[in-house]
């Protein structure tokens, strides 16, 4: 079982959750963050100069992903679906997976990948 975090902007959300959806992958968390990545914040030019925004909303989407799924194809249904036209833009975000051990539905103690 994999976890699956990925930073979009925040007017991605409907094109990536129709992706996930035309591919079979319906469970999802969003949340709300506001982060920054490698070269810090970004400049703006404002009616009073150049100031710099520290940290940038984004929305966080985090699945959990069962072994019977190809978690390629879900990779590739979120980036095409967060990237920017044409080529992408910076700040169309990052993807990051990990491992994960183990899962429990609450309901009846069921345990194992094929409750996610
Ligand atoms: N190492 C990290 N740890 C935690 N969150 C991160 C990390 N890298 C990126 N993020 C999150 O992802 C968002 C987008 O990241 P980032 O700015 O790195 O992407 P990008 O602008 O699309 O790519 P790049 O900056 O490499 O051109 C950040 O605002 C932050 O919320
Ligand atoms: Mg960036």
Redo the contacts with the bound molecule.
């Keep these: 079982m994999k976890k699956i975090e990925a930073?979009v902007r925040p007017e991605k959300l409907q094109r990536v959750k129709e992706a996930l959806d035309a591919i079979g992958v319906k469970s999802l968390s969003v949340y709300d963050?506001?982060?920054?990545?490698?070269?810090g914040g970004i400049k703006l030019a404002g009616r009073v100069g150049e100031y710099v925004v520290d940290?940038?909303d984004?929305l966080?989407l985090e699945l959990f992903i069962n072994c019977g799924t190809d978690i390629e194809a879900v990779i590739t249904a979120i980036a095409d679906a967060a990237r920017s036209e044409p080529n992408g833009r910076?700040?169309?975000?990052?993807i990051f997976i990990s491992d994960v051990q183990d899962a429990i539905r609450i309901r009846d103690l069921e345990r194992g990948e094929a409750i996610c």
């Design positions: 930073y963050v506001r982060g920054r990545g490698a070269q940290f940038i984004k966080k910076p700040g169309d975000g990052k």
